[in-house]
């Protein structure tokens, strides 16, 4: 601690990964995520990381190679985007089955077509169904401290399950800011050695049944539902990896799952996911200054969803506002990942408030203090009358 | 005998009967011991049950899976474990074909067994791009009009240490290539000739006389390249006539007698090109 | 749902089985017979077949019929003829 270099988030998360001490990792590079790479390829050729690195053909081997390792014991990393993750999709199901605790950085961009080098969430909001563990970041800071996290959250035998540490392309990935750098010794005693005892691959290790493989024995439901318990486990476990990383790094991120800024009076939230949230910050004390009554919600978590947290907090304010860098098209009531969710948690509470959901910053597109202070706006209103104009709305339309 | 049982293949595996795949995996087994993990399969005919433990993600990541292994166990220091990777042919030349080709260029230390029925036998006989020119199979019903893919070949491109083809009728061939490719450090590419009976339409009890005769035939060369030194490991001074390998499978007998003799003048221009590759270094 | 396997107890990553030996003896309709006097105790059978059924003995060969699916590799393989398959009868 004490050590301060200027990084963007790329060159953060392969800090972060590097702290870590992985042992086999597989590369590949796909824009936004390419820096990254190259500094774990750079890292690793001055022996600053001492692993095995591969350098793969494409994104479905890179993560078929480190289930592989990591079904042999091996603790690992890779990192893709956009049309890279769609691409190993097929092995992206298979892990969490396996129960195989991979970090993998998500450097979000859209999906081709069409699509841009640019951010927007779909990427990884897509793996939401199969069992992966999502919690996206808002600064480089978070980032590090992410990918240290992701390692000892997916490793707790409560949860042996795979996690994307997600950051936004190019608005995070590629911009700098200052980062406090933990000390090696300091990481080395929070992370433990990773030591699989429910999957090892070795000579002497013969199960009856070979893990992984698809469940030929008709056991997928139970399978899948000790995958379930194991995602609601880690809301426990997001939790106190947050609060243990507070206590020796002096940083922490809410309570692990969501971050609360300035809603304790407030009649209105907005909820965002990733760096926008950075800029939302700036118009609610804006906004603040001027009286109104706005709150917001970092939700760094996606999945496990933090259906508890957003119930309380549904309790408290009168309108809701969910920022969705997503579409999902057709959806119910306009699609807008964030805003079903949402609203899933909220449905069964006994006075609901309405919800919103706004669709911005697709294909990159700038999330910019004019746009929070309209969504912003668009909440305290509907706060008021109760009415609700309209489900989804694309803000940034060009009409 | 020259080799024990090793039973690290166990009896009672969902093949069908006559299926060559358990043979195949014994005769690799008995070689290699028990100080092996495996990744993948190895296509319809690895279904025996084992004693070594098996991981599989699906055929379309043979080779990679077996990397990670690899490089695990190197990070580690478990390099003293054999990792093989078993494709079937769909998943060798098909499905995992670029992975493969990756791994050998990486040269990952692993021996990578080909087990080739000659088609995508596990959904039911379709054809993949090792199955042979005119083969019946449900998606080539008039015959396959193109030609098998030369995958051994292919692979010694790739600079590999280590390339072989075998078969099961010549197990001693078969045991003493395995247990060369298991001292040499690298990507080791074993390509195995798998008759099934159910896929080529031929009786069960002649798979294993079909294998031999494959090679009799001139149909299914024997050889090996090491570091690109091309070496023939059979050659009879007389090949037999490609019909009396193909006359015992269905998978052929809508093929008129014009179309066998072509096929038997492509053999004749094969063996020919494979007789002036022996003995010398084709890198 | 009640059942004797309760999810709990199910080890985490489970799936198809490895070591599990299916009673394959159950499939066939023709069995292998040796004539004693004709084997030469080569082992070519017990290399070929596939099941792993037959053993060599200091007697001669042995044939497990719990896994033998009556494939007739053995019959066909054995270069003297001392393996000949016949038909099963069914055991009412």
């Known amino acids: ?399 | 005998m020259a080799l024990k049982e090793s039973n690290i293949i166990l009896p009672g595996g969902t093949t069908c009967p006559g299926c060559s795949g358990p043979t195949i995996h014994r005769i690799i087994y008995n070689v290699l011991g028990q100080n092996v993990i495996q990744f993948g399969g190895g296509g319809c005919g690895g279904g025996s049950p084992r004693t070594i433990p098996l991981y599989s993600l699906h055929h379309s990541g043979v080779a990679s899976g077996a990397t990670g292994i690899v490089k695990a166990l190197e990070a580690q220091g478990r390099t003293d474990i054999t990792v093989i990777a078993m494709a079937g042919d769909g998943g060798a030349s098909n499905t995992s074909f670029g992975k493969l080709s990756a791994a050998a260029l990486r040269n990952d230390n692993m021996i990578f067994f080909t087990l080739d029925n000659e088609a995508y036998m596990n959904t039911g006989v379709q054809k993949s791009d090792l199955t042979p020119y005119q083969a019946w199979t449900r998606t080539t019903p008039l015959g396959k009009p193109t030609k098998k893919m030369d995958l051994p070949m292919i692979m010694t491109y790739h600079y590999v240490p280590y390339v072989a083809t075998v078969t099961p009728a010549f197990h001693m061939d078969m045991v003493r290539k395995i247990r060369k490719a298991k001292e040499i450090k690298g990507f080791k590419y074993i390509h195995v000739l798998e008759p099934c009976p159910t896929g080529w339409r031929s009786d069960p009890s002649k798979s294993i006389e079909l294998s031999r005769l494959a090679v009799q035939t001139g149909t299914w060369p024997l050889y090996e390249i090491e570091n690109g030194d091309f070496k023939v490991t059979y050659k009879p001074k007389e090949l037999k006539p490609v019909s009396e390998y193909m006359k015992p499978q269905r998978r052929f007998n809508h093929l008129s007698d014009t179309s066998i003799q072509e096929i038997q003048q492509m053999h004749n221009d094969d063996w020919e090109r494979l007789l002036s590759k022996d003995g010398t270094n084709i890198w | 749902m009640s059942s004797k396997v309760k999810y709990k107890d199910i080890p985490i990553g489970l799936a198809v089985s490895v070591r599990t030996q299916t009673h394959t003896g159950g499939w066939r309709s023709f069995m292998p017979v040796v004539d004693e006097e004709k084997c030469t105790k080569c082992g070519l059978c017990v290399i070929y077949c596939p099941e792993a059924c037959i053993e060599m003995t200091d007697a001669g060969i042995k044939f497990d019929m719990d896994y033998c699916k009556g494939c007739g590799i053995c019959d066909n393989e054995c270069p003297v003829g001392a393996i000949v398959m016949e038909r099963e009868e069914l055991v009412g």
């Open chain 1, 1 to 399: 601690m004490g050590t301060y270099k200027i990084l963007d988030g790329n060159d953060a998360a392969a800090h972060g990964v590097a702290l870590s001490r992985p042992d086999v990792m597989a590369i590949f590079p796909i824009t936004p995520n390419t820096t990254l790479i190259n500094g774990l390829a750079e890292m690793h050729a001055k022996g600053e990381i001492k692993c095995e690195n591969v350098t793969v053909e494409n994104e479905h081997s890179a993560l078929s190679i480190i289930a592989g390792a990591a079904a042999a014991g091996a603790r690992t990393f890779t990192a893709s985007a956009s049309q890279g993750v769609v691409h190993m999709e097929e092995v992206l199901w298979m892990i969490p089955g396996s129960r195989l605790p991979l970090v993998m950085a998500i450097c979000n961009r859209s999906i081709s077509n069409p699509g841009s080098l640019q951010c927007s969430h779909s990427d990884s909001l897509l793996q939401r169904d199969n069992g992966w563990l999502q919690l996206y970041c808002e600064t480089s800071q978070e980032v590090l401290d992410t990918a240290i996290q992701s390692y000892k959250i997916a490793e707790d035998k409560r949860v042996l399950l795979p996690i994307h540490f997600c950051l936004d392309g190019y608005v995070l990935s590629a911009n700098a800011t200052p980062v406090d750098m933990p000390e090696q010794e300091e990481v080395d005693e929070f992370l433990p050695k990773y030591k699989p005892d429910h999957f090892y691959l070795d000579p002497t290790v013969v199960p009856d049944i070979a893990p992984g493989s698809p469940s030929y024995r008709g056991l997928e439901t139970e399978l899948r539902y000790q995958i379930e318990e194991a995602q609601e486990r880690a809301k426990t476990v997001i939790t106190e990896v947050n609060t243990d990383f507070a206590k020796k790094f002096g940083r922490s991120y809410g309570n692990g799952l969501i971050e609360e800024y300035r809603t304790e009076d407030a009649k209105g939230v907005l909820i965002t996911m990733g760096s926008m949230t950075g800029t939302a910050r700036v118009v609610v004390d804006q906004m603040r200054e001027e009286g109104k009554p706005i709150g917001l919600v970092k939700l760094r978590s996606f999945r496990p969803f933090p259906t508890e947290d957003l119930k309380e907090i549904g309790k408290r304010v009168e309108a809701i506002g969910f920022v969705d860098r997503n579409f999902s098209h057709g959806g119910a009531s306009g699609g807008a990942i964030g805003a079903i969710e949402t609203s899933r948690a909220l449905y069964h509470l006994e006075e609901r408030p309405p919800l919103l959901g706004f669709v911005a910053g697709i294909g990159g597109r700038d999330v910019t203090y004019d746009d929070f202070r309209y969504m912003a706006n668009k909440v305290l209103k509907t706060a008021k009358t109760k009415k609700v104009e309209k489900e989804v709305e694309w803000i940034q339309l060009m009409r």
